[in-house]
């Protein structure tokens, strides 16, 4: 797997997780296939990964930070973007 991949697969599972998890908090009164189905059928898919982006940015700066030099966290943030 490439960089980019190591990154995205864990986000693609993590994120819609949370977004149902922190929805389902906020609504104390709902359950979580509730907010899941109400997420669907009001924003569809694309709700269930509103903040994707930044969950994988957030991964590489975390778990590459203590393996890289300060350069290579550089570059890497930079091949990111292109």
């Known amino acids: 797997l490439n960089l980019n991949q190591t990154y995205n697969v864990p986000c693609l599972i993590r994120?819609?997780?949370e977004q149902v998890k922190q929805r389902?908090?906020?609504l104390l009164s709902s359950?979580?296939?509730q907010v899941l189905l109400a997420t669907l059928r009001e924003e569809g898919v694309r709700g269930l990964?509103?903040?994707y982006?930044?969950?994988v940015h957030r991964e590489v700066g975390t778990l590459h930070t203590s393996h890289l030099?300060?350069?290579?966290?550089f570059c890497l943030l930079l091949s990111h973007f292109q």
């Not at 030099?69 to 966290?73: A, E, I, L, T, W």
């Open 69 to 73: 030099s300060p350069p290579q966290v």
């Open 31 to 33: 359950n979580t296939y």
């Open 49 to 51: 990964y509103r903040g």
């Open 24 to 26: 389902t908090q906020a």
């Open 53 to 55: 982006g930044s969950a």
């Open 15 to 17: 994120v819609p997780t």
